[in-house]
């Protein structure tokens, strides 16, 4: 059984800088499609970045584009977000989810099987 727990959440001013891990036990991820989705009360999980299971094909959502960066490290059993330049619309609880029949990514939350718990990131104005 996949066991993925995100860390590295908290509260950072605008301009501020913060990186998620997610870091997996019970199965490698090295053959999975990782992804890092975010959601606010009341409104539906959205995918913010994804990697295929070799880090060759990358996803971003146009608003994180420049700012973010998804990244693994497979022989850690890893999954990492940079994010740079937080902006308050950026506030979410964040979670790391896999894609455990298939190394190449998804864009909808049905085709991820193994979720973390998810970690809150706040960003003051």
């Not at 608003?63 to 998804?70: E, N, P």
Request: charged share 20%.
């Amino acid at each position: 059984q996949l066991h993925l727990v995100e860390s590295g959440g908290g509260l950072v001013q605008t301009g501020g800088s913060l990186r998620l891990s997610c870091a997996a036990s019970g199965r490698t991820i090295s053959t999975y499609a990782m992804a890092w989705f975010r959601q606010v009360p009341s409104q539906e999980r959205e995918l913010v970045a994804a990697i295929n299971w070799v880090s060759v094909d990358l996803y971003y959502r146009d608003s994180v584009k420049g700012r973010f960066t998804i990244f693994r490290d497979n022989e850690k059993n890893t999954l990492y977000l940079e994010m740079n330049d937080l902006k308050p619309e950026d506030t979410a609880v964040y979670y790391c989810a896999a894609r455990t029949n298939s190394g190449n990514y998804a864009y909808d939350v049905k085709d991820y099987r193994a979720w973390g718990q998810g970690t809150q990131v706040t960003v003051s104005s």
